[in-house]
């Protein structure tokens, strides 16, 4: 009767290994990204929005295209579509999550909550939603041999 049940329980084991190595297993297409969230760890800063390594809550970095392995015991995830830039268009990035600018400055550096000096040419990124908002602005052209003045309609 042994000799029976040891096969059964190499078949189960096998099974079961197989059942969870799949189970985490997540395909990124090409069009989206995807988030992840750490459902253990300490507690971050209530000053902060993106968690670090070590602590619960919303990771900063994205993954991209491909399978990724991903303990679902350890991690949730959200898929989150791409941001796309068209052409004659830039992006404007607002960070959600970092210190302030030191000073008086109004544009922020990597690193630095607000609103980026850097902005998004056209094209396709893979940005975290929870980290960056960005709004689609029309792009300005001067052309060579012409000049550009920015006024401040503010004032």
Do not use: C
């Not at 190499?10 to 079961?16: P, R």
């Amino acid at each position: 009767m042994s000799k029976q049940i040891i096969p059964a329980v190499i078949t189960v084991v096998l099974f079961l290994s197989t059942l969870g190595l799949f189970a985490g297993l997540v395909y990124v297409g090409p069009h989206e990204a995807l988030v992840l969230v750490a459902k253990f760890g300490g507690n971050k800063p209530p000053d902060r929005v993106l968690a670090e390594a070590g602590e619960r809550g919303i990771r900063r970095e994205v993954l991209g295209v491909g399978y990724h392995w991903i303990l679902p015991v350890i991690y949730e995830y959200e898929r989150v579509p791409v941001v796309v830039i068209p052409p004659n268009k830039i992006g404007v990035a607002t960070a959600l999550d970092g210190i302030k600018p030191e000073g008086n400055r109004f544009l922020a550096e990597d690193g630095e909550i607000g609103i980026r000096r850097k902005v998004l040419g056209p094209g396709t990124y893979r940005l975290n939603p929870r980290h960056f908002k960005i709004s689609l602005e029309d792009q300005t052209i001067i052309e060579t041999g012409t000049v550009g003045v920015l006024v401040d309609r503010q004032a």
